[in-house]
């Protein structure tokens, strides 16, 4: 069976989910919504750009991206749950909690399947880290370190919003718990209404520390993902889809200094080849089988929503240091 698809919203993000679907087995991109559609061409077929959003909704779409601007989700998440339209709705779910919830109430009032676009999940080294995380024992810290230029596109949100977000969802689903605490600091650097820079840390409610440090100020790009246990480390990077475990020795130290020093012990070095895969795909081949009721791997509502409360408690903590 093939999928009828339409995506709100013909930004960047709108551009690579339009891309995506079209390259996807079981889908079809069918129609395409922009505010405004010049210069937003995806191709040449009649039809599939639209101009009115009534005529789109009306197309009884088996599904729709919603790739508007953050503020702008929560209106057009309640006309698709209005409308009785599944939808995936690029991250975060909004920017505020109270959205959120209404967000969630609306589909679950309507019964209408939605989940949301955490991206990161679908990573392949990140995939492949919750596969092995059993390799570190205990977890007892997990790190992030997501940096790089402001692009620009993002005038709606802070950095806590639209990028630490990524972290907090990949955190609790690596460590299947949610944030017990978080205390963050920030600066305010080149936006005077948002925070451009964040240094988080939380502890999750299994007792696993969580460090976040976010900016959009640095010159060059980083993309980390450090998981610390009793037995190694894991460390996915997620730009290039690279996973390493450092594993903890069991030899015995002969240099006394060292072995005095050191603590942990260390061990072999492995970095495992895996299958590099687009994330943005396999995350629309799990939501096509969410839909097609053959598959539950997707970031649901309530999770998505977990992720924006953290964020708004770390905002609320940057606008009283302000």
Request: negative net charge; hydrophobic residues 40%; glycine residues 8%.
């Amino acid at each position: 069976m093939t999928l009828r698809v339409g995506v709100i919203g013909l930004g960047s993000m709108g551009k690579n989910h339009s891309r995506v679907i079209e390259r996807t087995e079981g889908l079809d991109l069918v129609a395409a919504y922009d505010i405004n559609l010049q210069g937003k061409e995806l191709d040449s077929r009649p039809g599939l750009l639209h101009s009115n959003l009534n005529s789109f909704l009306d197309l009884n779409l088996d599904y729709v991206v919603n790739s508007v601007s953050t503020t702008n989700h929560l209106e057009i998440s309640l006309m698709l749950a209005e409308h009785k339209t599944p939808m995936l709705l690029e991250k975060p779910i909004a920017p505020t909690l109270s959205d959120a919830k209404l967000i969630i109430e609306a589909f679950e009032a309507k019964q209408v399947k939605a989940g949301v676009g955490h991206i990161e999940r679908y990573n392949p080294a990140l995939q492949e880290a919750k596969k092995r995380i059993d390799q570190v024992g205990d977890i007892y810290q997990i790190s992030t370190y997501r940096q790089g230029a402001f692009s620009g596109r993002i005038k709606d949100v802070g950095v806590t919003v639209d990028l630490a977000t990524h972290d907090f969802d990949l955190t609790q689903w690596l460590v299947s718990s949610g944030y017990q605490n978080v205390f963050a600091m920030g600066a305010f650097a080149s936006n005077q209404n948002h925070e451009d820079l964040v240094s988080i840390i939380g502890k999750m409610q299994n007792g696993v520390i969580a460090n976040h440090s976010v900016n959009w100020v640095s010159p060059y790009k980083e993309r980390r993902v450090v998981i610390t246990g009793s037995d190694g480390a894991l460390i996915a990077d997620t730009l290039t889809a690279d996973l390493t475990f450092y594993e903890n020795g069991s030899g015995a130290e002969t240099w006394s200094q060292l072995a005095n020093f050191r603590g942990m012990r260390e061990g072999n070095v492995i970095r495992y080849a895996i299958e590099k895969y687009e994330p943005l795909k396999k995350e629309h081949e799990e939501f096509r089988d969410f839909i097609l009721g053959k598959s539950q791997n997707i970031v649901s509502l309530k999770e998505a929503t977990a992720n924006i409360n953290v964020a708004e408690r770390v905002i609320n903590q940057l606008v009283m240091d302000k």
